[in-house]
């Protein structure tokens, strides 16, 4: 998505006072200020649904401008357990959480299933607190050589 479509988006949301649901490709740059005018604009929001990094002022957003989220889907995103926790802590209404294929956190961490235990359906089957890749090169190279890349 362009810069100038990113604008146009959180202008147009300003506008569409029925808006219920977003699904974003990816999430845009400013992320923040679209959060703070669906919550402005739109007051039957309950679902959204972005792939993308969730830093800590994503999840600030999220947290502070759409606490009556009711679905919210993150996945194949990179969203670490922070990140995860102020969310939880500031939606507290939600009723669907899919947060499948995510990289950043452990899906079967107590303190995480302890927090997500009110929510009606949690999906987080994939998630690894890092991504692993191989890459295994040709004869030319080392015969059986293989490199492993972390992210954290």
């Known amino acids: 998505m362009s810069s100038s479509e990113e604008v146009q ?8 006072k029925d808006l219920e649901e977003l699904e974003l490709e990816s999430k845009p740059s400013n992320f923040l200020e679209l959060a703070e005018n669906i919550s402005m604009h739109c007051k039957n929001f309950c679902r959204l649904m972005v792939s993308s990094s969730i830093r800590e002022e994503d999840a600030i957003a999220v947290a502070r401008y759409l606490p009556k989220l009711k679905i919210l889907e993150l996945r194949r995103s ?19 959480l899919s947060l499948k294929d995510c ?9 995480i299933l302890a927090k997500v235990s009110q929510i009606k359906e949690f999906k987080s089957e994939g998630c690894k607190l890092y991504y692993e890749h191989s890459y295994e090169f040709d004869d030319d190279f080392s015969s059986g050589c293989t490199l492993y890349g972390f992210v954290h």
Not at 9 to 16: G, R, T
Not at 78 to 89: G, P, Q
């Open 9 to 16: 988006i959180s202008k147009l949301v300003c506008k569409w």
């Open 78 to 96: 990179y969203l670490r357990k922070e990140e995860l926790l102020i969310i939880l802590n500031g939606c507290r209404e939600l009723e669907r």
């Open 103 to 111: 990289i950043g956190f452990d899906g079967n961490e107590r303190e």
